[in-house]
């Protein structure tokens, strides 16, 4: 219906077992908005559809939709994180450059559009685990070993908040977004 302002859409039924009790017919649509430049930190306002396209799309869908369908169209639940990773950097080369791939890594992988082990956005419902982090900074010229990292839940606005965590636990219609990340040197 929109190809320009949306990205990515979900279409889920919610089941007896995730929400107690069903409403006959209900039809929830994530949608979330097609961006500049995806690869980058994603701010809240950027991931939040805006209310024209919205009403266009639910005028689409309804239009299209069976009778006794209800479908209600909404952003999903975004589980912001924000990583921490301590790395020994190999002798001689530019900190500032390996800190820029490292930092470009975590915000195209922990992504709702681009994200996620097939580059397609961080699939619904799919649990964030630390080792996944490791995995998504394998391989990263100049970097002699990555010794830890502290992945946190994070606020909307991308800040830390909590104690660092193994999993981030996500329901069936949320995904992760990028908050603020960091790279120390050791």
């Known amino acids: 219906a929109l190809p320009a302002a949306i990205g990515r859409v979900k279409c889920l039924q919610p089941t007896p077992a995730e929400a107690g009790r069903v409403i006959p ?6 949608v979330i908005p ?7 930190y994603l701010a809240e306002k950027d991931l939040t559809p805006k209310k024209e396209d919205i009403d266009a799309l639910s ?8 009778l006794t369908t209800k479908v209600d169209i909404r952003p ?6 924000s990583v921490k990773v301590q790395l020994r950097a190999t002798p001689g080369a530019a900190r500032t450059e390996v800190e820029n791939e490292v930092l470009t890594r975590l915000y195209r992988y922990l992504n ?6 097939d580059g397609k956005g961080w699939e619904f419902g799919r649990d964030l685990f630390a ?17 830890a990292l502290e992945m946190r839940a994070a606020r ?7 104690d ?11 995904v992760i977004a990028s908050g603020t990340h960091s790279v120390e040197f050791i």
């Open 59 to 66: 005028a689409f869908v309804d239009e299209r939709r069976l």
């Open 131 to 147: 080792s996944d982090v490791y995995q998504a900074l394998q391989g990263i010229q100049n970097v002699q070993f990555v010794r």
């Open 25 to 30: 017919g209900q039809v929830y649509l994530l």
């Open 34 to 40: 097609r961006v500049p430049n995806p690869q980058s």
């Open 164 to 174: 660092p965590v193994e999993t981030i636990e996500l329901v069936a219609h949320g």
């Open 156 to 162: 909307p606005g991308g800040e830390p908040a909590g």
């Open 76 to 81: 999903p639940a975004y589980h912001w994180v």
């Open 112 to 117: 709702p559009l681009v994200g996620g082990a």
